[in-house]
């Protein structure tokens, strides 16, 4: 007797429904499917097996011996599948995949997210950071955490917080370099990634529109944090986001020496699919991370 190498798997279903039911009728009632439909299944399967499965009767049909060897077996099959789907279908309900970048979970979400769990127990999270953009079609994320303008084709958005930015630097730093009087005094100091267009933008809010930051050597970190800790390190003046780094402007770890703050018209927006709008997780989630912003603004 020799399968083919793609199992019947179908018949086999129908097979065991037959079988639990000794009846062709029933099977097929609860199937969903014709009793045509469910005798040609069953067929389908002796033919593949070689052996007769029922024995057909007058309004009565009887399990083989070889139908009675394959029941019991196909149906702890059956049941281990439904446990295996039932299980996974737990985890991945039970688990909200956030995607977003390393600044926003270090600096914001990582400091909050504790309050979320807290109000929802059953779901485990799980943060990803990544400086590129999520595409929900092959990435598993739930949600996603960007900047830009809001408008994404087949995405739910949300307006978080907008972007804005200022130079900081470490009180260390500040005393080495003497007072700083007015924006243009900054050119003295060492600016961290001065190829950053935040830089000119923020000159230019400033006054000062012919700041010379071309000559100067590049240092591409590649995120606010990492240019954080190299000014907090005293290494130079970076320029960050204010709502980032409330504690280290507080506690006086990081200096912002000019009131000033440069703004990109973008901002930070919760997106996920229009067709997942609904789960459980996600609106548990998206409705705690509103209220949140709201409750305490950026």
């Given at each position: 007797?020799?399968?083919s ?5 179908n018949?086999?279903?129908?097979f065991?429904a ?7 009728t029933k099977?097929?009632?609860?199937l ?7 005798s040609?299944?069953v ?5 593949t097996l070689g052996e007769q499965l029922f024995?057909?009767q007058?309004?009565r049909?009887s399990l083989t011996?070889t139908?009675?060897?394959l029941?019991?077996?196909?149906t702890?099959?059956f049941a281990?599948?439904?446990e ?6 737990s985890a991945?309900?039970?688990?909200l995949?956030?995607n ?5 979970a270090?600096?914001?979400?990582a ?14 999270v799980?943060l990803?950071?990544?400086s590129s953009?999520?595409?929900f079609?092959?990435d598993p994320?739930d ?10 084709p087949?995405l739910?958005s949300?307006?978080?917080m ?5 130079p900081m630097l470490?009180p260390?730093?500040l005393s080495?370099?003497g007072k700083?009087?007015?924006p ?16 000119r933008?923020?000159?230019d809010?400033?006054g000062?529109p012919d700041?010379?930051l071309?000559?100067?050597p590049?240092?591409l ?9 190299s000014a907090?390190a005293g ?6 986001t204010?709502?980032f780094?409330r ?18 018209n973008t901002g930070y ?5 229009e ?12 409705d705690?991370?509103i209220?949140?912003i709201?409750?305490?603004?950026p």
């Open positions: 007797m020799k399968l190498r793609q199992l019947p798997l018949a086999l279903r129908v065991e037959v079988a639990q039911r000794l009846s062709f099977a097929a009632d609860e969903g499917m014709t009793q045509t439909a469910v040609y299944q067929k389908l399967l002796e033919d024995v057909r007058p309004r049909v011996e139908g009675a060897r029941q019991p077996k196909l702890e099959a281990l599948i439904h295996a789907l039932a299980a996974a279908k991945a309900d039970d688990t995949v956030i977003t970048t390393a600044t926003f270090s600096h914001w979400l400091r909050r997210i504790g309050n979320f769990q807290l109000g929802a127990p059953n779901i485990a799980r990803v950071t990544t953009l999520t595409d079609a092959v994320s949600v996603a955490i960007r900047f830009g303008g809001g408008v994404w087949g739910v949300h307006h978080l907008d972007i804005d930015f200022a470490s260390e730093l080495w370099v700083l009087d007015e243009r005094d900054l050119l003295r100091c060492k600016i961290i990634d001065p190829g950053d267009p935040w830089w933008k923020w000159f809010a400033a000062v700041a010379d071309d000559g100067r590049r240092n970190f590649g995120s606010q944090t990492l240019e954080a800790s907090l290494h130079g003046v970076a320029i960050l204010p709502a780094y504690e280290e402007l507080s506690s006086g770890r990081l200096i912002m020496p000019f009131p000033i703050v440069g703004n990109e927006w919760l997106t996920y699919p067709s997942r709008r609904n789960a459980p997780k996600i609106k548990a989630f998206r705690w991370l209220r949140d709201q409750r305490h603004p």
